[in-house]
Every structure is written in structure tokens, then in C-alpha cells.
Nanobody, 125 residues
Framework: QLVESGGGSVQAGGSLRLSCAAS????????MGWFRHAPGKEREFVAA????????YYADSVKGRFTSSRDNSKDMVYLQINNPEPEDTAVYYC????????????????????WGQGTQVTVSS
């Protein structure tokens, strides 16, 4: 089970940290991802991090502003959002899968077998 938290309203240029708590499985075995879905748009890859936390992957639109991290001792993954823009407004989903190994599989939503319920992020200008 994946449970996101930390969403809310933020002004452009501010910061926000999303958290995702995992339970019920061996967390360290799972490749973790973040996707987002904005109204009228397709679901979009945002960021991903491998099992050890040693490799991170980002969509071009968020590179340099978003940072993904994980704490395997706490079964937690995080998405730090800095300098958000109104275009970042969306529902953000935490995802996990134990069979993703190499890019570019991490970019595709159908590769992830586990999804959280989502948390809304609204960025105002």
C-alpha cells in the first residue's frame, strides 16, 4: 500500500515536499516513481528513484527543481518540489514496482504495479 501526503496549495517560487509511505512489502526491493495528472492532460512521468537511492530520474520539465529521495529504513519516498510553477498543478501519484530495472521503463505508467491514491498540488502565480 502506498499513501501520499504533503500536497496542498503553494505559490509559485515556493517549495513543497510530498511524502509517500509504503507498507506491506519489502520496500527496498521496489523501484519508486512519481507521476502526475492534470485536468485535460495525460498522466505524466515526473521522477523516479532506484532501489538503493543511488540513481534518480527526472522529466525534463522538472529537472533542477524537483528532487526525489528515499529512506529505506523508514519505507518512505519523498518528492521535494522547489520553485513550483502553475504548470505543476496536478494530482501527484506515488508508484512502485519491483521489476523495473533499467531506463526507460521507469517513464511508463504501465510498468508500475502499485499506485497511491494521489495528492493534489495547486500552484498559484
Amino acid at each position: 500500500q502506498l499513501v501520499e501526503s504533503g500536497g496542498g496549495s503553494v505559490q509559485a517560487g515556493g517549495s513543497l515536499r510530498l511524502s509517500c509511505a509504503a507498507s506491506g512489502r519489502t520496500f527496498i526491493a521496489y523501484f519508486m516513481g512519481w507521476f502526475r495528472h492534470a485536468p485535460g492532460k495525460e498522466r505524466e512521468f515526473v521522477a523516479a528513484i532506484n532501489q538503493s537511492g543511488g540513481s534518480e530520474y527526472y522529466a525534463d520539465s522538472v529537472k533542477g527543481r524537483f528532487t526525489s529521495s528515499r529512506d529505506n529504513s523508514k519505507d518512505m519516498v519523498y518528492l521535494q518540489i522547489n520553485n513550483p510553477e502553475p504548470e505543476d498543478t496536478a494530482v501527484y501519484y506515488c508508484t512502485a514496482d519491483q521489476w523495473i530495472d533499467l531506463p526507460p521503463r521507469h517513464m511508463y505508467p504501465y510498468e508500475y504495479g502499485h499506485w497511491g491514491q494521489g495528492t493534489q498540488v495547486t500552484v498559484s502565480s
